[in-house]
């Protein structure tokens, strides 16, 4: 699959219909998720025949692109229902098959050898709950047997890369490229109709067990 | 829900020892044969999984045709067959997934297993 086609069809996904502030819920563009998944297969493999696990999948973007992009097996983990709900209707839209599981992926506890083999993400910045990125963070270092795929805003960058290193059992942590994530206003207290801020794509490897 | 979901998910209440695994209400099940039978791929998870908790829930779903065990040589044709079946097509859409130490259900809803903690659980 090419990345414009790709993209294209992440573009017809729908997304949150009342996006819930506290749990930082926005959508993750086709531009965005359609780069990310596309270089972690093309680059490093990590995708295609891959068990891939997408947490906080909201409506199931990342997860979308991944079974797209033929993963073996997507699971997508989120807490909120009615995204779960628009997931499932978005796989079922595009034919592809997405197991989802609801859950507080900061408390769960998935056992298993390292079943999961990548874990892509586009977790809360950690602007409503702090400390909430690292926590997502944390949660995929321990789940991803090979790479962890993850969204951070640039001005964490140094924080991020000395708790992955020292902290969460990474081998690296590397900034594929740093993005622009096109913030619509979603919410009233926006005051800007659109604002972008700069968010690096990592790539995280965990330290064989 | 699938059974390679299953094979991950444990009870996570606090103080719970016995979180693993989770055992399987079915109330109903869809079986969906349209997934890809890639024979690397279901050696390397062979390796991964946890067999009993599969031959179990495979039969709570009304799949018995696994065997007790996994070969330990070759891996037979049919065989793989029957865990790719077992794995990757049989889906749990409507029951619970249920603690084995505090009895506690999990339910599985339009195929989503809900392992939200109530407060005092965690």
């Known amino acids: 699959m090419k990345l414009k086609q790709l993209e294209g069809l992440l573009g017809d996904l729908q997304q949150f219909s009342n996006p819930n502030v506290e749990l930082e819920q926005y959508p993750t563009g086709p531009h965005i998720a359609s780069r990310m998944l596309f270089t972690a297969e093309n680059s490093y493999g990590d995708i295609t025949d891959k068990v891939v696990a997408d947490f906080g999948c909201g409506c199931g973007t990342l997860s979308t692109a991944a079974s797209l992009l033929d993963a073996a097996c997507v699971i997508g983990y989120d807490i909120d229902l009615q995204s779960l709900e628009t997931a499932t209707l978005n796989a079922e839209e595009l034919e592809v098959e997405i197991d989802l599981v609801q859950c507080d992926i900061t408390k769960l506890e998935l056992k298993g050898h390292q079943i999961v083999d990548t874990v892509v993400m586009n977790p809360p910045f950690g602007t409503r709950k702090k400390g909430a990125d690292m926590e997502f963070l944390s949660a995929a270092m321990k789940v991803a047997s090979q790479a962890v795929y993850s969204l951070h805003k640039t001005s964490t960058r140094e924080h991020i890369k000395r708790a992955a290193l020292r902290d969460f059992n990474a081998k690296s942590a590397e900034v594929i490229c740093e993005l622009r994530y096109d913030l619509p206003k979603l919410y009233k207290f926006h005051k800007r109709k659109e604002v972008d801020i700069a968010v690096d794509l990592w790539r995280f490897e965990p330290r064989q067990n | ?122």
């Open chain 2, 1 to 122: 829900m699938r059974l390679i979901v299953h094979n991950m998910l444990t009870c996570n209440i606090k103080g719970v020892v016995n979180k693993f695994p989770l055992r399987i209400e079915a109330e109903k099940v869809v079986i969906k044969k349209e997934v890809d039978f890639n024979t690397d791929f279901l050696r390397h998870m062979l390796a991964k999984i946890e067999w009993k908790a599969l031959v179990d829930g495979a039969r709570s779903m009304g799949y018995t045709e696994l065997p007790d065990h996994a070969p330990e040589a070759e891996e037979s044709y049919s065989f793989l067959k029957k865990f790719h079946h077992a794995l990757l097509e049989l889906h749990l859409e409507e029951g619970s997934l249920v603690c084995q130490e505090t009895g506690r259900k999990f339910p599985v809803e339009k195929g989503v297993p809900n392992m939200l903690l109530h407060e005092d659980e965690v």
